[in-house]
């Protein structure tokens, strides 16, 4: 069923289990949450959905992912599991660069019909707002191209998409030996022309030593600024490049990956009140053994927010509910940790607290009914899909009650 014939959301849903495990009732009119509460309090309503004692939750938040590319990256698996390293096969011509050839070579609706199918899985299991990240186009030209598919992947398919220009990804291969030059096209050109033309949510930069350096992500950084478009980081994966502390000045929603993040980079980003992101499908891909500083962060106030990262190189991860496992499993996150990182701080991660992450009396009506006893479970299970039904922009958009 396409999202606008799917049915109205609008009524009573009664018959429910909070995350605390109290029954509860949730009013829905005009597509938003106009009640939450007990139910022998709930406000009369002519329909009624019965969620027959279903765990709610609020609709799920994929808060980083590189969703539209071309082709896929199978043979660099193979070239890591013999010995190379993300680093050696980057440096070898393969990495992002290799996506960037396959995304160039796509048209638009080649990668809008592959997006699709990946969007769906993301969708079937409860997510109601997602990041969509640029950076595999690397020219205006593609870079474009890549936007303007995840724009109509929100409008396909009922959910809200936030873009994020990544055109500071990787150097792309006419511009070896000139990072500054391409730096400059970045700023100057490129991000100009696709603010214009309403494409870009966030800006974001790789600040590594394959990638960025932290005078280039700062330039970055000012253009946005002066833009007035919020900014986020992938920062800190493989090295400590002091990028998240600048991020933090810089105001940024979120930071990314931080697994060499320091005691510095987590104090700025409490102070900034910047999200830290964990991704632990890439550490995981990765053979990654460096953890993030999940103890300091915690000890700090930063909140944590855990999303896919869904790329073709480091994680072609299809499940939210599988990254809060391994949240949980390989991080050392607690369950409440996990779900908070799936929905309210995946949420603020994209400047979208007001609208997702909540079920609150006011907002958009996202969210899912879950076919579970316990909420711990959410994390428990991996490779299933214990899904009810979800309510997506005011609609029965998954499933059936
Ligand atoms: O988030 N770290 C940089 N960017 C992506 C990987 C992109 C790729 O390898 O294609 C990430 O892990
Ligand atoms: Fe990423």
């Given at each position: 069923?396409?999202?606008?014939?799917?049915?109205?959301a609008?009524?009573?849903?009664?018959?429910?289990?909070?995350?605390?495990?109290?029954?509860?009732?949730?009013?829905?009119?005009?597509?938003?949450?106009?009640?939450?509460?007990?139910?022998?309090?709930?406000?009369?309503?002519?329909?009624?959905?019965?969620?027959?004692?279903?765990?709610?939750?609020?609709g799920?938040?994929?808060?980083?992912?590189?969703l539209?590319?071309?082709?896929?990256?199978?043979?660099?698996?193979?070239?890591?599991?013999?010995?190379?390293?993300?680093?050696?096969?980057?440096?070898?011509?393969?990495?992002?660069?290799?996506?960037?050839?396959?995304?160039?070579?796509?048209?638009?609706?080649?990668?809008?019909?592959?997006?699709?199918?990946?969007?769906?899985?993301?969708?079937?299991?409860?997510?109601?707002?997602?990041?969509?990240?640029?950076?595999?186009?690397?020219?205006?030209?593609?870079?474009?191209?890549?936007?303007?598919?995840?724009?109509?992947?929100?409008?396909?398919?009922?959910?809200?998409?936030?873009?994020?220009?990544?055109?500071?990804?990787a150097?792309?291969?006419?511009?070896?030996?000139?990072?500054?030059?391409?730096?400059?096209?970045?700023?100057?050109?490129?991000?100009?022309?696709?603010?214009?033309?309403?494409?870009?949510?966030?800006?974001?930069?790789?600040?590594?030593?394959?990638?960025?350096?932290?005078?280039?992500?700062?330039?970055?950084?000012?253009?946005?600024?002066?833009?007035?478009?919020?900014?986020?980081?992938?920062?800190?994966?493989?090295?400590?490049?002091?990028?998240?502390?600048?991020?933090?000045?810089?105001?940024?929603?979120?930071?990314?990956?931080?697994?060499?993040?320091?005691q510095?980079?987590?104090?700025?980003?409490?102070?900034?009140?910047?999200?830290?992101?964990?991704?632990?499908?890439?550490?995981?891909?990765?053979?990654?053994?460096?953890?993030?500083?999940?103890?300091?962060?915690?000890?700090?106030?930063?909140?944590?927010?855990?999303?896919t990262?869904?790329?073709?190189?480091?994680?072609?991860?299809?499940?939210?509910?599988?990254?809060?496992?391994?949240?949980?499993?390989?991080?050392?996150?607690?369950?409440?940790?996990?779900?908070?990182?799936?929905?309210?701080?995946?949420?603020?991660?994209?400047?979208?607290?007001?609208?997702?992450?909540?079920?609150a009396?006011?907002?958009?009506a996202?969210?899912?009914?879950?076919?579970?006893?316990?909420?711990?479970?959410?994390?428990?299970?991996?490779?299933?899909?214990?899904?009810?039904?979800?309510?997506?922009?005011?609609?029965?958009?998954?499933?059936?009650?």
């Amino acid at each position: 069923m396409t999202f606008d014939a799917s049915p109205s959301a609008d009524g009573l849903w009664t018959n429910l289990r909070s995350l605390d495990g109290q029954p509860c009732a949730i009013a829905v009119v005009d597509g938003r949450i106009a009640w939450t509460g007990a139910p022998d309090a709930a406000p009369a309503h002519t329909t009624r959905h019965d969620g027959q004692g279903a765990l709610v939750t609020p609709g799920l938040v994929d808060c980083h992912t590189h969703l539209v590319y071309g082709g896929q990256r199978a043979n660099e698996f193979a070239m890591r599991l013999a010995g190379a390293t993300y680093e050696e096969v980057a440096r070898a011509g393969g990495g992002i660069v290799s996506s960037v050839r396959a995304t160039r070579e796509a048209s638009e609706d080649d990668l809008f019909t592959s997006a699709s199918a990946r969007l769906q899985s993301l969708l079937a299991e409860g997510v109601c707002a997602i990041e969509i990240k640029s950076g595999y186009g690397l020219s205006l030209e593609h870079e474009r191209k890549q936007l303007r598919v995840a724009r109509r992947l929100g409008e396909a398919h009922g959910v809200t998409v936030r873009t994020t220009f990544l055109g500071a990804h990787a150097l792309p291969p006419e511009y070896a030996g000139r990072s500054q030059d391409y730096t400059d096209l970045v700023c100057r050109e490129m991000l100009p022309a696709l603010h214009a033309e309403g494409l870009v949510d966030a800006v974001d930069v790789f600040c590594e030593r394959i990638a960025f350096s932290l005078a280039e992500t700062e330039q970055v950084f000012q253009a946005a600024q002066v833009l007035g478009i919020p900014v986020k980081l992938h920062a800190e994966q493989l090295s400590d490049m002091g990028g998240a502390a600048l991020a933090a000045r810089y105001g940024a929603l979120s930071c990314d990956h931080i697994e060499h993040l320091s005691q510095e980079g987590v104090d700025a980003m409490a102070a900034g009140c910047t999200v830290a992101v964990l991704l632990p499908g890439a550490y995981y891909t990765l053979r990654d053994t460096h953890l993030p500083p999940i103890a300091a962060l915690r000890a700090a106030g930063v909140p944590m927010a855990v999303s896919t990262d869904h790329n073709p190189g480091t994680s072609p991860a299809l499940s939210l509910l599988l990254m809060a496992n391994m949240a949980c499993t390989l991080f050392r996150l607690t369950v409440p940790e996990a779900i908070a990182g799936i929905t309210t701080h995946a949420a603020r991660a994209l400047g979208l607290q007001a609208t997702h992450g909540a079920i609150a009396v006011g907002m958009p009506a996202n969210f899912v009914l879950w076919t579970l006893q316990d909420a711990a479970e959410l994390a428990y299970w991996f490779g299933q899909r214990p899904v009810r039904c979800v309510v997506r922009q005011g609609r029965i958009a998954e499933g059936a009650v």
